[in-house]
Every structure is written in C-alpha cells, then in structure tokens.
C-alpha cells in the first residue's frame, strides 16, 4: 500500500481505505455551438463570468451531484470562502441552468443543447470518442477532482475475501486496468494517456482538502440551495 501515491492513500494508521483512481473537473465545448454563438474558447473559471456566456453555460446541482460538489468546494479553496461564493454569484448569472447529473452538462453539450457544460474529463472523453465536436477544457486556476476507492465494510462474514479483493486492488494490475478508462491511477508510473483526455491533468489537479469538504459539506449545500437553486431543472 506504501506504494501508492499518497494522495490514494488514508492518512490513519490504520488505514481504512485505499484510492484507485481519479476523477477530475473538466468543462466541455461544444465548438460548433460556441462558434455558432460567437463564444470564445474559456481558458479559466473566471472566463466563465464574463457576460459573452449568459445563458450559455449548464453545470451540475451540488445537492444531486458528487460533481456538482466538487466544482463548489475546490472554487472555495481556490479563492478563499469570500472569494469562492462572489465567484459563484457571478457565474450564476451567466448559468442557464443546474442540472441533477454530474454527466449531463457534458451529455447536453455533446449533443449541441448547450454550448459549454461544467462536468468531468471522463464524460467529456467519453462522448468525445463517440463523435461529439467537442474542446475538453482543464482551467488554468486548477480543477476540482475525487477518486474511487476501495474500503471493507467493518463487521462483514467475508472478511477474508474482502481481503483478497483490497489487495488485489492495490496491484500494478489492478491499476493498469484502472488507466484504460482513467487518465490518474493510484499506482505511480501506471498511467499512460487515454486517448480524448486533455493533457496536462496531474498539473491541473488541485491539493484538494477533503478534509475540509467533508467537514463543512452541509453548511456549502444549504449556502449554495439558498443562493442558487432557483435555476435548478426539475427533479
């Protein structure tokens, strides 16, 4: 397990839990809608404030949406708590609407229903792959980003298969595995490119504190339901 990037790794000792791969921030472009538009190509969160993108932009509910958090939390990190919420007001005003899927801004922009969707580099890669006319976008400030992970549950009958699995998932196999859907393994070396990710995403990815996003997590979402809801789709 030392192996591992410490990042994928529980600090406790013991640990309870081990990371197996990463999934990170990403906004995606249509470019024939955004030519269509006469938008320019965003290279930064705050490009996204410029009024050039009202109405423009969809990104995910961070009620509903694990990616949708992600984007709040590292906003807040990045420019402070004041500075992170002012952030928020303005983009608000440029946001078309907040979706209940972490994918679907990206899905919605792929498919030309909205030129720009804050959501993640998978989906982004993954409809890029089918087709989509799309520019996948890792803004200059540093990117939101959470892993998947591997953990036993305390008390199981299984014990010694769930052993068996957690270690397995630790190995260089298992992250080799990972990396063909995944552009950051837990394994250090692993990950070779995967083919429509954007480049430079170990650089872009933020010293996330989730420390500080699972403590303060349910004083941001009833901050962020006050403020913004409104422009949410229905459920």
């Not at 591992?4 to 839990?17: C, E, G, M, V, Y």
């Not at 440029?94 to 804050?118: D, F, L, M, V």
């Not at 996948?136 to 036993?152: F, Q």
């Not at 699995?165 to 692993?190: E, M, R």
Request: net charge positive; proline share 6%.
């Amino acid at each position: 397990m030392n192996k591992l990037d410490s990042k994928f790794r529980d600090s406790a000792n013991p640990p309870s839990w081990t990371g197996m791969d990463a999934w990170i921030a990403a906004v995606c472009v249509n470019t024939v809608e955004a030519g269509r538009n006469n938008l320019p190509t965003p290279t930064s969160w705050m490009d996204l404030t410029d009024p050039v993108y009202k109405g423009h932009l969809v990104m995910p509910n961070p009620n509903s949406s694990g990616t949708g958090f992600l984007d709040v939390s590292s906003w807040l990190q990045i420019y402070g708590e004041r500075g992170g919420w002012q952030y928020m007001d303005n983009l608000h005003e440029n946001i078309a609407w907040y979706t209940h899927s972490g994918s679907k801004p990206c899905k919605q922009a792929a498919r030309g229903e909205t030129p720009i969707g804050i959501s993640f580099a998978f989906r982004g890669a993954k409809s890029k792959a089918a087709g989509a006319p799309l520019d996948i976008i890792l803004p200059k400030e540093g990117v939101g980003w959470d892993m998947e992970a591997t953990a036993i549950v305390k008390g199981t009958k299984k014990l010694s298969a769930a052993q068996t699995l957690v270690d397995w998932s630790i190995t260089k196999k298992a992250n080799k595995l990972y990396n063909q859907g995944y552009a950051v393994v837990a394994y250090p070396g692993i990950a070779k490119p995967v083919k429509h990710f954007p480049e430079g995403i170990l650089d872009a990815m933020i010293d996330n504190d989730f420390q500080f996003a699972a403590v303060n997590r349910k004083k941001i979402l009833a901050e962020w339901q006050k403020r913004y809801d409104a422009k949410s789709e229905a459920k």
